[in-house]
């Protein structure tokens, strides 16, 4: 079975389970009234959304140049950076980093880039154990399953779904509170954490003129990540990179409000790179990663590279209604939603995964709520233009030929509605394959019917 095929069976399935969508409607309401009260403290969100927009059309503009520079004040500070071009290469590398650690086991706080290149299980057939020390996301590795959202990766989760994985695990009581099995959790983490011999996280924001790496998070998993270790290394994507920890500001409290309602996360980190000589905190040794995995081809797309400027606060997701009602693992796909059905088919084998871009309803809403202003139903369109470049033969045709008739009055004045609704049906059996029936023509022209209308 093909992946648009898997994806339409899944879909439906999912859509019918009425638990599933009771646990995601209810976890969404508790995002929903989280996140109006956080954008309620702006005194002008249109203004700040416009600014983060421009400040990353800024970025866009200048990203070779701000990449270097970022490179540059980084490897002052004492860390070491490195650029890959694809998944592979960097786990290559990063692989053979940790066995000259001689590294057994490494913590590494949430991050999307490296579920993107499905990083865990590249290092467990290398014998290395990674811990996931973000709550959801350790949640979802026991359960051995992905990550469900990009912010709230356990979201699809019930607190007795995840009593009862606890207890199936770790032989806990199944009557524990939610607070009682955070507090199990931190307690099992904090030996894992003083045992650690490398921590790996993400970054939120590279900020180049500085070369220090940003991250927000809830835990204060990322700063014992980083912090406690020897090895502290860092996998961005290179659309990450600001002008300035100036600019943090601005982005900071975005993300804040529209990835969880908060005016600010818990822990706002910046690393400089490793501890210096005066430092008796931090780690020896600091390595950064900057991976590409499709980056620059989007990049190239003077149309799509709007899609980088991302900030990666879910919202695209928890607005959209496909999202809402088929779930996040149907997309099987890192990046869900909106902006991962935009990226997905670039970041993969387009001709695989151009499904998603049609798997979007193109109502705009998450349009309206993207802190940086990303039209998303544009891209999503530019994407479904592309898609007729790899398109059959037979689809080709007939889509060639409804543009040709489409767009010519005097073509579609020709014939009447009997011509025309054969046509119709055999486009909806022959592309649409029965899935869905083109509203019947009628059987005068509208510029019959005007010429008819205008007499009386």
Known sequence: MNRKKRFKKEAQRVSADLRHRRIIQFNMSKYESAVEAGKERYSDLSRAKYCAAEVKNEVLGELPYLLETFERNAQKNGAEVYWAATGDQLIEHLVDVLHGEQAKMLVKSKSMVTEEIDLNAALEKEGIESVETDLGEFIVQVAGEKPYHIVTPAMHKSKQDIAELFNKHF????DLSAEEMTGFVRKLLRKKFLNADVGITGANFLCAAEGA?????????????????????????????????????????LLAAHGTGQQQTVYSNLFFGPRKGNEKDGPKRMIIFLLDNGRS?????????????????????????????????????????????????HFKDFGDFNHLSFASSLCGKCNTVCPVNIPLTHLLLHNRQQAQKTASLPESFINKLLYASLSNRQLMNMKGGVVKNSVARLVSSQVMKGEKRLPDFAPKTFNEQWKKHKKR
């Open 171 to 174: 032989d806990t009581d199944l």
């Open 213 to 253: 790496v940003a991250v927000t998070e809830n835990e204060g998993n990322a700063f014992l990540s980083g912090a406690n270790p020897n090895l502290h290394i860092v996998i961005a994507g290179i659309e990450k990179v600001l002008p300035s920890i100036s600019d943090l500001a601005l982005f900071w409290p």
């Open 297 to 345: 081809s989007v990049y190239a797309d003077k149309v799509l590279r709007e899609a980088l400027k991302c900030i990666r606060c879910g919202a695209c997701l928890n607005a959209c209604p496909v999202y809402r009602n088929i779930g996040g693992y149907t997309y099987n796909t890192t990046y869900s939603g909106p902006i991962g059905s935009v990226l997905t088919p």
